[in-house]
Structure formats: structure tokens, C-alpha cells
């Protein structure tokens, strides 16, 4: 069974950053593309960025040039650099998984984490 488990969440004021972890287990995570989604209260979740076994990433327009992703497979772990952040990047952040190996990142995931919350504030 894969477990995601999420952290480096929490209260920021807007124009400041965090870094979001999330750490799998298993020893096959060289094979797993990874993505983080966010979910907002009253909305739909979204994608925020992914990122591709040969470390290729793609990310929401809304995020482009102030979050990064990435990976560190010794480590089992994915991150989310978040810079210049705004009121409107509030909500819970959940960590994605699937074993997918390609130049594209897929679809659907199959393992999720419990989420991290961040809020900014204005």
C-alpha cells in the first residue's frame, strides 16, 4: 500500500513563501508521477503542478512563474516551492500519485495524502 503524507503547511501573509513536502513510502517511487492539487472551500479541486518520472512539469497558469515542483527520489519525496503567494492560493493541498512512467503526466492518480493546509493572508 502507498501512503502519501503531506506537511510544510500553514498561515502566511501574502508576497511570502512555504515549501510543501510529501513524503511516500514504498520503494518504487522512481515510477510514480507525482502532482499536488489544492481544493478551495466552495470550489472544485484543481491541479496546482505535476511532475513526470523523467522530472518534466506542468502547472495551473494561475501558479507560472511562483510555484515549483519537484522531486527528490533518494528521498521518496515530492515538493512544492511556493513564492509570492496570495490570498487567493487559500486552500488544502493534497500530494498525488501514480505509477506512470512517460513524458506526460496522466490523467487520473491512484494515492492521495490527508492534505496540509495553507492560508494567506492578505
Known amino acids: 500500500q502507498v501512503q502519501l503524507v503531506e506537511s510544510g503547511g500553514g498561515l502566511v501573509q501574502a508576497g511570502n513563501s512555504l515549501r510543501l513536502s510529501c513524503v511516500v513510502s514504498g520503494r518504487t517511487f522512481s515510477l510514480y508521477a507525482m502532482a499536488w492539487f489544492r481544493q478551495a472551500p466552495g470550489k472544485q479541486r484543481e491541479l496546482v503542478a505535476g511532475i513526470t518520472t523523467d522530472h518534466r512539469t506542468n502547472y495551473a497558469d494561475s501558479v507560472k512563474g511562483r510555484f515549483a515542483i519537484s522531486r527528490d527520489n533518494r528521498k521518496n519525496t515530492v515538493y512544492l516551492q511556493m513564492d509570492a503567494l496570495k490570498p487567493d492560493d487559500t486552500a488544502d493541498y493534497y500530494c498525488?500519485?501514480?505509477?506512470?512512467?512517460?513524458?506526460?503526466?496522466?490523467?487520473?492518480?491512484?494515492?492521495w495524502g490527508q492534505g496540509t493546509q495553507v492560508t494567506v493572508s492578505s
Open positions: 498525488a500519485a501514480k505509477a506512470h512512467i512517460g513524458q506526460t503526466l496522466p490523467a487520473q492518480y491512484d494515492y
